[in-house]
């Protein structure tokens, strides 16, 4: 059990109990930039720990045998020494799963000395990652290792005791319930990791599935009985590298403060957006400072309710404020996000820039594209224009040089999509306790309104894009997004601008990168809003929600629509039947009426977002709020229609 206090009637967590982010998505990696901004949030939320895994840095993963380069190591050290001058531990993380052989003495020397040039940049934390991996060994390994465990604890501990038996964490392949061969109380793999791995080595868990809905008590006390340690948590329910159309914005929950003295940390694996991931660190932050509650109900997983119950569904009113017996009192998700909402709207009203880019021309229609830096290991500085509506792939570039590193190509890793496969023994064959259903990877993507949701009204209304990703954002057709044999990714558009007034011709400057502020001096804004407010983010963050649930406002807009849609017979001339009534007929078009206001509502909630000065968040939100607003209009119109269509 971590080292706890109990001061007041509140949980004091020491710096033993880790709580914080770990960057272990697939997808672009967050930018040096954004993780110091991180760890300034850290050190004000009470989050002490990150762990450095973003699975498509090539020297994290693909290529971690590869020393980091002088101009590197001055970043990184620098990177580690600002996450100490915020309280916030560095835990620095390999994965060398994908091609290491364990009995080859060379590759255990080349972990070594790559952990140990780490550590001379002041690093004093590490971890060892075998997640998404082949579980087969290779013939030099089965003939020096009883298993694959065994492989993998003997490395771990030589590499631990070779730097000194520092803070260490290990992800074992088999990292969840849902993936124990054949359950975690018979798995011979966790037995051994259990038994074999050094006592003070953290091991990884994300509970009963890769995204788990509800972590329990009596979940953890039976994996710390086979792995006979706490684990710690690295939780996936923010995550949303499975799935570039959802992000991914409500509290914490589904996880009683019950489970703190049966672990030894909690850290959120949050959405690939970095700015959309202030309410899951601030409601986490929140959760670890409330006192731990041994209710049945809370150990079993809290209280479900809908996070904006108290939200009025209509525009008009004014919302309550919230208690705050979330900080020091028992935690209360509701309590938790109100808390979080208010200290994200002085985020969003603070100024910030997004890094407006180059001007291109596509067709009649010109765009703006960030000019973002792609971060390939965690200071590489070459810039490159990739769009904010999809994932880039991983295309890593020499520091010095800014050329492209030639690749060769190395066996097939398991993406998220491919490591979640729905087909896989592992993913179906049982079903946890908790009574969790499918991952929310595995979810049809037009549930009903009564089942888990996989994604909002976007989904509903069957407004699918071309080419898999978020959106598509200009109206133009356009063509998708996709990777050169070159591995470059193409030049693509994120947001449509009004250019009235500019001259667009081949030989104006502005299709070349041009400084910021004379660019915004020279385009006109589509339309001016005012600021954003509290109900707007409420109203956003009920849209996205969790990834089991939407919020009751965007439950309630599909409700509403199937009812109107369902009874149009009612206002129709040539289907009313004589059962239908001069109410009936008022009742349908008061309804619509309403809906048609909580519509705008939502629209007026968008145009006030992309106004935000904040224009970091709004350049990482912009794809989602954008598709969010065309969803919604699309409903209102198509209700509208069907008021008039019979008149």
């Given at each position: 059990m971590p080292p706890m206090?109990?001061?007041?009637?509140?949980?004091?967590?020491?710096?033993?109990?880790l709580r914080g982010v770990v960057e272990g998505f697939y997808g672009k990696p967050w930018t040096t930039d954004q993780r110091r901004e991180l760890f300034r949030r850290m050190n004000k939320m009470g989050l002490n720990t990150y762990l450095y895994a973003p699975k498509d840095d090539y020297k994290h993963r693909a290529y971690w045998r590869d020393l980091y380069s002088v101009e590197e190591a001055e970043h990184l050290t620098s990177l580690i020494a600002e996450a100490s001058e915020s309280s916030v531990t560095f835990v620095y993380a390999l994965s060398p799963g994908l091609d290491i052989t364990f009995s080859s003495a060379k590759d255990v020397t080349f972990l070594k000395r790559k952990l140990e040039q780490v550590s001379h940049f002041g690093c004093k934390a590490f971890a060892l990652l075998f997640d998404d991996i082949e579980?087969?060994?290779?013939?030099?390994?089965?003939?020096?290792?009883?298993?694959?465990?065994?492989?993998?604890?003997?490395?771990?501990?030589?590499?631990?005791?070779?730097?000194?038996?520092?803070?260490?964490?290990?992800?074992?392949?088999?990292?969840?319930?849902?993936?124990?061969?054949p359950d975690i109380e018979t798995s011979q793999y966790?037995?051994?990791?259990?038994?074999?791995?050094?006592?003070?080595?953290?091991?990884?868990?994300?509970?009963?599935?890769?995204?788990?809905?509800?972590?329990?008590?009596?979940?953890?006390?039976?994996?710390?009985?086979?792995?006979?340690?706490?684990?710690?948590?690295?939780?996936?329910?923010?995550?949303?590298?499975?799935?570039?159309?959802?992000?991914?914005?409500?509290?914490?929950?589904?996880?009683?403060?019950?489970?703190?003295?049966?672990?030894?940390?909690?850290?959120?694996?949050?959405?690939?957006?970095?700015?959309?991931?202030?309410?899951?660190?601030?409601?986490?932050?929140?959760?670890?400072?409330?006192?731990?509650?041994?209710?049945?109900?809370?150990?079993?997983?809290?209280?479900?309710?809908?996070?904006?119950?108290?939200?009025?569904?209509?525009?008009?009113?004014?919302?309550?404020?919230?208690?705050t017996k979330s900080e020091g009192g028992l935690y209360d998700r509701n309590a938790a996000l109100k808390l979080a909402l208010k200290d994200w709207l002085e985020e969003i009203k603070t100024p910030k820039s997004g890094g407006m880019g180059v001007i291109k021309r596509s067709g009649?229609?010109?765009?703006?594209?960030?000019?973002?830096?792609?971060?390939?290991?965690?200071?590489?500085?070459?810039?490159?224009?990739?769009?904010?509506?999809?994932?880039?792939?991983?295309?890593?570039?020499?520091?010095?040089?800014?050329?492209?590193?030639?690749?060769?190509k190395l066996p097939s890793s398991p993406s998220t999509d491919s490591a979640f496969d729905s087909t896989s023994a592992s993913?179906?064959?049982?079903?946890?306790?908790?009574?969790?259903?499918?991952?929310?990877?595995?979810?049809?993507?037009?549930?009903?309104?009564s089942s888990t949701p996989s994604s909002v009204l976007s989904e509903s209304t069957s407004c699918k894009q071309e080419g898999g990703g978020v959106a598509k954002k200009v109206v133009d057709a356009q063509p998708s997004t996709s990777t050169t044999t070159e591995g470059k990714v193409p030049e693509t558009e994120t947001m449509q601008i009004d250019y009235e007034g500019v001259d667009m011709s081949p030989s104006n400057p502005l299709e070349m990168q041009t400084d910021t502020e004379e660019i915004k001096s020279r385009i006109s804004p589509l339309y001016t809003a005012q600021p954003v407010t509290y109900d707007?983010?409420?109203?956003?963050?009920?849209?996205?929600?969790?990834?089991?649930?939407?919020?009751?406002?965007?439950?309630?807009?599909?409700?509403?629509?199937?009812?109107?849609?369902?009874?149009?017979?009612?206002?129709?001339?040539?289907?009313?039947?004589?059962?239908?009534?001069?109410?009936?007929?008022?009742?349908?078009?008061?309804?619509?009426?309403?809906?048609?206001?909580?519509?705008?509502?939502?629209?007026?909630?968008?145009?006030?977002?992309?106004?935000?000065?904040?224009?970091?968040?709004?350049?990482?939100?912009?794809?989602?709020?954008?598709?969010?607003?065309?969803?919604?209009?699309?409903?209102?119109?198509?209700?509208?229609?069907?008021?008039?269509?019979?008149?």
């Open positions: 206090a109990n001061v007041n009637g509140n949980v004091v967590c020491s710096n033993r109990f579980t087969d060994m290779c013939i030099a390994d089965k003939e020096v290792f009883q298993s694959f465990a065994h492989a993998q604890v003997s490395v771990t501990n030589e590499v631990y005791q070779h730097l000194g038996q520092p803070t260490f964490l290990f992800c074992p392949t088999e990292y969840c319930e849902s993936r124990a061969v966790l037995t051994t990791v259990g038994s074999k791995l050094l006592p003070d080595i953290d091991v990884l868990w994300t509970g009963p599935r890769v995204v788990s809905k509800i972590i329990s008590v009596e979940h953890i006390q039976k994996v710390t009985k086979t792995i006979k340690r706490p684990p710690v948590i690295w939780d996936n329910i923010h995550a949303n590298d499975y799935d570039h159309k959802r992000v991914f914005l409500g509290p914490y929950d589904g996880r009683s403060t019950a489970l703190m003295p049966h672990l030894h940390g909690v850290l959120t694996n949050p959405n690939c957006e970095f700015e959309s991931n202030f309410m899951a660190l601030h409601t986490l932050a929140t959760w670890s400072k409330s006192t731990v509650d041994v209710t049945k109900k809370e150990a079993e997983g809290g209280d479900n309710s809908a996070v904006t119950s108290d939200i009025k569904l209509e525009t008009e009113g004014v919302i309550e404020d919230s208690t009649n229609v010109s765009v703006i594209t960030d000019s973002v830096t792609t971060v390939n290991t965690c200071i590489t500085m070459t810039p490159t224009t990739t769009s904010s509506c999809t994932q880039p792939v991983m295309c890593p570039v020499n520091t010095l040089t800014g050329e492209p590193i030639d690749i060769p993913s179906t064959s049982k079903d946890s306790e908790d009574g969790e259903g499918l991952e929310p990877m595995d979810i049809s993507s037009s549930p009903a309104v707007d983010l409420a109203m956003l963050v009920d849209f996205f929600y969790l990834p089991f649930e939407h919020g009751p406002f965007g439950v309630h807009l599909i409700e509403e629509f199937i009812w109107l849609k369902t009874n149009s017979r009612i206002v129709s001339k040539c289907k009313r039947t004589l059962r239908s009534t001069a109410e009936d007929v008022k009742e349908w078009h008061e309804r619509s009426e309403k809906y048609d206001k909580s519509c705008q509502s939502v629209m007026d909630m968008v145009n006030r977002m992309l106004n935000a000065p904040n224009r970091a968040a709004v350049y990482e939100l912009f794809p989602y709020v954008y598709e969010l607003k065309g969803a919604v209009a699309l409903l209102k119109s198509f209700v509208k229609w069907l008021g008039r269509q019979w008149l």
